[in-house]
């Protein structure tokens, strides 16, 4: 994508910018989608290999955590290779229907090989969608990404139905001085890139378990994010936290 096509930051972005990956704000954009597009074919193996309990079974819980059920229409944002859309499959069944959106162009032909749904190239930040064709939007791992939270929620909110559901799964960085902090940054910034440069993607997998761990590690807190949502227009946004790293963003399209 070309920095023309750049959607302007008018809010708060998830993260400052990582010098050691790309020199500003305005460059960000092009790296993420060089190293997606890169990885794309790895991606699923070193999902595996790092998962911590974040695969598809974790996936499909907190869907119906957030209240998933037969019939839905699911918006995937950044779908990737499309974990999120299969664990939702196995909830939505034979009458449901699933587009996932994802700027990878690398990750799109990885998630069309085995998902039999609509894809489409697009940025979370400006979907290329209705307004209100979805029950259900969902965002995998990915809002560290985004150029800024409060336009990527409020394209959530346009193509939501009224009283739709929005859910975020994020990693979200332990206390700093906690036990839990020194595991999770140990086993994400040392182990995981090791793993992921010794399997099939080599060093461009090293680098983009580096920086996923970088852009944990320097992201906005939760409160952030949920006033972000709430400021954007969503109803009750809330925080369910799962095995202290997991975080579940939920959030409710206003009826009127
Ligand atoms: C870590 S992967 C997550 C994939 C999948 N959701 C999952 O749960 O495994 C992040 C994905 O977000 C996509 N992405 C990054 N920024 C995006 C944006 N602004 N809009 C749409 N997709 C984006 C990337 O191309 C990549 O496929």
Redesign the pocket.
């Known amino acids: 994508m070309s920095e023309s096509n750049e959607s302007p930051v008018t809010g708060v972005t998830p993260h400052p910018p990582l010098q050691k990956y790309y020199q500003g704000e305005p460059q960000r954009r092009g790296f993420?989608?060089g190293l997606?597009d890169r990885t794309a074919p790895h991606?699923d193996w070193i999902?595996r290999v790092m998962s911590l309990g974040s695969g598809v079974r974790y996936?499909r819980d907190a869907l119906r955590r957030a209240g998933l059920v037969p019939g839905n229409r699911l918006l995937?944002?950044?779908?990737?290779?499309g974990?999120?859309a299969r664990a939702a499959g196995d909830i939505l069944g034979d009458g449901g229907q699933v587009t996932g959106?994802?700027?990878?162009m690398g990750?799109l032909a990885q998630a069309r090989k085995s998902l039999p749904v609509t894809l489409v190239q697009?940025?979370?930040?400006r979907l290329p969608l209705a307004d209100g064709c979805a029950d259900v939007v969902t965002?995998?791992?990915?809002l560290r990404?985004?150029?800024d939270l409060e336009s990527a929620f409020r394209e959530y909110l346009r193509v939501l139905k009224p009283g739709g559901t929005l859910l975020i799964?994020e990693l979200t960085r332990p206390a700093a001085d906690s036990a839990t902090y020194r595991f999770t940054r140990f086993y994400l910034h040392t182990i995981v890139p090791l793993l992921a440069r010794l399997g099939p993607g080599g060093p461009e997998s090293q680098t983009l378990m580096e920086y996923f761990w970088d852009t944990v590690d320097n992201c906005v807190p939760p409160a952030t994010i949920l006033a972000a949502l709430a400021d954007s227009g969503f109803t009750s946004p809330r925080q369910n936290v799962v095995h202290r790293v997991f975080s579940e963003y939920v959030a409710t399209k206003p009826r009127d």
């Open positions: 993420v989608t997606f991606y999902n996936r995937d944002v950044a779908i990737g290779t974990l999120v959106v994802d700027l990878s990750m697009g940025v979370a930040e965002m995998g791992y990915a990404h985004v150029t799964l």
